[in-house]
């Protein structure tokens, strides 16, 4: 089965960019690459998600590399709410419904 | 609101008592979900469902029932729950569509003793 491989943790200093890896070599060419964040106590959120292009929102960006096999969630300007676990997942509609997570990467933001 | 709603929020039981956790979504998604999220082990799929009448297992099923006869709820039943079933639970849905995000409810803790 596909899966996702992700740091376990990383820091960044409030108002600096940050760029968080996820490995997804076993990928297939119908999967979407979906990122999560969870906050103690709560459900995750969805941050963003792409297929094969590069992703803007409100949130933040991803970028996809040209073989699919890794991706970076990029938090343009990190702040202290944005502490939180990450989660980088591959939706496998193709597979009829399954989703994989994988372990995800605490994100610490110092003041 | 769009929401996915789980209930309870917390739940104390013991081994062999059957139980039932509940989802509900009002966004008309076709998929659900059910996931636990176990220290040190990320979330881990149980079951899901493409539509009503649909469903299937997902990574770690042992244990769980699930049932999807309208499209807004997806129960989770525990039938003789174990103490190693203790756990916080996660219910998702989405359009059945990779291109559309998941909405988690707010999770349900259960202990078994």
């Known amino acids: 089965d596909a899966k996702t491989t992700q740091p376990n943790s990383m820091e960044s200093n409030e108002e600096e960019p940050v760029h968080l890896p996820c490995n997804h070599s076993?990928?297939?060419?119908?999967?979407?690459i979906h990122w999560y964040r969870q906050l103690p106590s709560q459900g995750p959120e969805y941050v963003i998600h792409?297929?094969?292009s590069n992703v803007n929102n409100r949130m933040a960006s991803l970028a996809i590399a040209e073989d699919r096999k890794s991706s970076t969630l990029i938090l343009h300007r990190a702040t202290l709410r944005d502490a939180a676990v990450y989660y980088c997942?591959?939706?496998?509609?193709?597979?009829?419904?399954?989703?994989?997570f994988g372990d995800g990467t605490t994100l610490t933001v110092k003041p | 609101e769009a929401q996915v709603t789980q209930n309870p929020r917390y739940l104390i039981t013991v081994t062999g008592k059957k139980l039932t956790v509940t989802c509900s979504q009002n966004?008309?998604?076709?998929?659900m979900s059910w996931y636990r999220q176990d220290p040190g082990l990320g979330l881990r799929q149980i079951y899901y469902?493409?539509?009503?009448?649909?469903?299937d297992k997902g990574d770690v099923p042992e244990g769980y029932k699930v049932s999807r006869k309208e499209k807004r709820n997806f129960p989770l039943i525990l039938e003789s729950p174990s103490p190693n079933q203790t756990s916080l639970y996660f219910c998702?849905?989405?359009?059945?569509?990779?291109?559309?995000?998941?909405?988690f409810g707010n999770g349900t803790r259960l202990t078994v003793t």
């Open positions: 792409g297929l094969t």
């Open positions: 998702a849905s989405s359009l059945f569509s990779g291109d559309s995000p998941l909405h």
């Open positions: 469902s493409m539509n009503v009448e649909v469903t």
């Open positions: 076993t990928i297939s060419g119908t999967d979407y």
């Open positions: 966004m008309n998604h076709e998929y």
């Open positions: 997942i591959l939706l496998l509609w193709a597979n009829a419904g399954k989703s994989t």
